[in-house]
């Protein structure tokens, strides 16, 4: 047994780790916290503890496998099936152009390394179309700073930890986390005497129970709510008038429809208190420091992109931004986000929808129809890594109808998921733990940090990682050759002194000199620099550190933008050796290393805007709120709103495949208030079926009065086909419709799904 650091795969945190590694059997024994992790500095939670089931079950990958007419997968080699797939799309490149080619994913939880690679099929694709889970939750928010602040990945965090009054808005750190430490980080808020927690949700949830005020909300009304919060600030004068005249512009074009809103009517549409809501909306616009942390009760529910900027209107208004426990952005290391503004007319828009993307990314919720677009400008063939989306795009039933149509789907995953069952090739990866890797949700401010993971265990099979799988698939399409004798020896030969920067020199040489390759610089990187690349903390039998070679180009850009910062941190260099002693010290610290230090003034200099202010007026949006006036009230035909997607203790997006790995909620129930189960005769542990305009499921009820009456939840992350068996919990999205979306974002409207539900036979009370 040796102990090894590494990091939690299963959500956006990270949380740094401290494995147990049985070299014999090549398992994962111990799992605790990693004290010296820079961010989680030990913190975990109860999910951590099973990782061993995404590491080792029935259905991991082990060789590359390609579909036979009868469905089932015949095991091919790696050079036939990059072969083919390379031949494949190299003729549907030239038959229909880029313009027939998507990816799919990148990237799920922790994963974000082999970004850097398969980023590159794309481009050799001649394909901007790139899908993400990102763009079924997130975009209408990139979209909304794009406006604000001039740039799509003017990203924003908040510092929960000290702020005075916290606002959260839908969404559940306990459950879900997205904030650093979040169960001790909520404990100390909730004991706190001098600081102020509100929780909007309509369920009280495990962080609801901990606030001071729990606004419990009817579902999707919150930018009803919002609106009033903001009316009153207004109405009352408690906006920061300072801030608005010397930070932003437009804010007269809103004070107008702020002041007059009606308030008293949105307040009762929300169905909340309205002495609550002057209360806290007063209570948050004085407080010294205040943020609001957000999440998919907002981004997932009625109003998607709206409610993005409402909900940023709330902390810009009142002041609350660029100090110390207040909103504020954050830097990136390995940037996940582009910007792309769809008024410049530079991104191509799908065939069907005509949709353009958002900070790069397109919206899965549009996806089946551009690949059964009846033109002959359709999708075509598609690669999906890192993802799910025959589970977790909304329509399960109209994705496996659009999948079987593409002429080519390629799956690059850990485990035979239900995308991969219906893929042409499927291809083996190495799994997180057998490979170098890395999170680009590197979301902290003023302090940043990065971990680059080393390996733990030897890759299973023949899998591969990414940046091995993308390379020689640019090979085999004849994009780049297999050797570059120049630039290895360059690499091979370089001294240590110079950290590398003689071969980068070289690469960019090459580059001028044959510009097709510009796009493949972390490919010919990879082969070249690569196998050059040591570290002392490397151990013998595991993958040699390789992949990890584009963070060197990363951390010279880094060390350039940000070199005061960087050497805050403890990074010693000029102007030419900070960003590799940056990227030595990232390469040898396997804990994760601070990366620099910012001060909250530097906050101004992140505002991409040609006048260095927040554009608050943005028309789509004031039109979108003034539209809330005649907004009729929703239709009532089917009686139960389906928060389609709740995060629980034993969810794990689609991760884990082995039911096992859960210790409570197998079935993962539908949750409903026991009024509700009363009028329609249902008991604890009952079957039922619900059922919406996507379809149905038959489900086992639980009862919970946390809930609103009138909804019921279900969680995400379940119905895996383990083993190839009967789905294991509810198959969600079979209840979803792609329709029911932002207008703007297309976004879905998960959190918000007209249901009905009935007993089954012998269920009801
Ligand atoms: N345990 C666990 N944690 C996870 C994940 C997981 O699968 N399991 N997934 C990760 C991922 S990918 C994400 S994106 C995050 C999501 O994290 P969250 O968004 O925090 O989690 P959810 O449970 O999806 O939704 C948050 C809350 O929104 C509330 N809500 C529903 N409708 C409304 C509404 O109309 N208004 C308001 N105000 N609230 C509403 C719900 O009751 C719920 O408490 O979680 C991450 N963390
Ligand atoms: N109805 C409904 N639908 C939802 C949601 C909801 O709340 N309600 N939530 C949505 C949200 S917020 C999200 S983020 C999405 C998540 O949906 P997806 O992005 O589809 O799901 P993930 O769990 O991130 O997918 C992870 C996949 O990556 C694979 N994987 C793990 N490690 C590696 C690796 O190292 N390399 C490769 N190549 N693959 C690997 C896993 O085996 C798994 O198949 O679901 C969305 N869908
Ligand atoms: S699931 Fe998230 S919060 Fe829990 S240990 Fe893993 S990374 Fe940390
Ligand atoms: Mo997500």
Redesign the pocket.
Known sequence: MTTQQTAC?LCSRNCGLTVEVDEATGRLGRIEGDELHPVSKGYLCQKAARLAH?QEHDDRLEHPLRRKPDGSFARVSWDEALREIAARLVAIRERHGGRAFAFY?GG??G?HL?GAYSRQLGKAMKSRFVYS??A??KTGDFWVNGRLFGDQRCHLTEDVEHAEFVLFIGTNPFQAHGIPNARDTLRELSKSTTRTMVVVDPRKTETARLADVHLQVRPGTDAFLMAAMLGLIVREGLHDRAFLAARCTGFEALEQELGTLPVEDYVRRADVALADVERVARAFARARTACVRID?GLQ?SLHSTLNSYLEKLLFLVTGHFGRAGCNNFHTSFMPILGNTDERLGKHPRTAHHQMFPIAGLYPPNILPDEIEHPGEDRLRAMVV?????A????DTAGYARAFARLELLVV????M?E?ARLAHYVLP????FE?W?ATGFNLEFPDQAFQLRHPLLPRRGESLP?AEIYTRLLEEMGELPRRFPVLELIARREPAATGHLGAIAALGAAIATRPRWAPYAASILYRTLGPALSTARARPGLEPPAAAVPLLALALAYAARYPREVRRAGHQGNRLTLGSALFRKILDTPQGTLISRHDFADAWSFIAHDDGRIHLDIPEMRGALEALRREPPPDATRPLVLL???RRSYN????F?DPTWRRVDRDGALRMHPDDARALGLVDGGRALCSTDGGELTVTIELDDALRPGMVTLP??YGQRYRGGAPHGPE??R??VRAHCDPLART?F?KHVPATVRALDGAGG
């Open positions: 795969i995404y994913g799920g939880q994963n082999g889970a990102l079924q939750e998919l997932q890594d890192s993802a799910n989306p589970l977790t795009g909304a690059v995953d850990v485990a998921s995308t990866a190495a799994s997180q490979k890797e990414e389609a997607g709740e794990a997006n689609q991760i495949r995400h992350g969600l999205n209840l979803t879905p998960h």
